[in-house]
Nanobody
Framework: QVQLVESGGGLVQAGGSLRLSCAASGRTLRNYHMGWFRQAPGKEREFVVGITRNGGSTVYADSVKGRFTISRDNAKSTVYLQMNSLKLEDTAVYYC?????????????????WGQGTQVTVSS
């Protein structure tokens, strides 16, 4: 079992920045690909960004490329999401998730463990 806890969400003005953290307990994160997903009101959960087990590869949704950066510190069992140049459409609940599969995926169905989510609200 892996327990994931997100933090760092909040209210920010458009153009501002936030840094989300996802802390894991129970098992080391080094065995898991990690992803950030988000869900806006009335919309389906969508993939935002993911990172492979060793941090060697990252995959970004087109909507956040150049603005968001994912990183991980396996020694601290923590994954980070740096979000810059935030837009109104980035408003959502952000979830981190862990995937034990061999191959990295951006599909939420492939992820085994999920955090409870943290709200990010971008205002004009």
């Amino acid at each position: 079992q892996v327990q994931l806890v997100e933090s760092g969400g909040g209210l920010v003005q458009a153009g501002g920045s936030l840094r989300l953290s996802c802390a894991a307990s129970g098992r080391t994160l080094r065995n898991y690909h990690m992803g950030w997903f988000r869900q806006a009101p009335g919309k389906e959960r969508e993939f935002v960004v993911g990172i492979t087990r060793n941090g060697g590869s990252t995959v970004y949704a087109d909507s956040v490329k150049g603005r968001f950066t994912i990183s991980r510190d396996n020694a601290k069992s923590t994954v980070y999401l740096q979000m810059n140049s935030l837009k109104l459409e980035d408003t959502a609940v952000y979830y981190c998730a862990a995937d034990y599969s061999t191959r990295f995926s951006n599909r939420s169905s492939e992820y085994d463990y999920w955090g409870q989510g943290t709200q990010v609200t971008v205002s004009s």
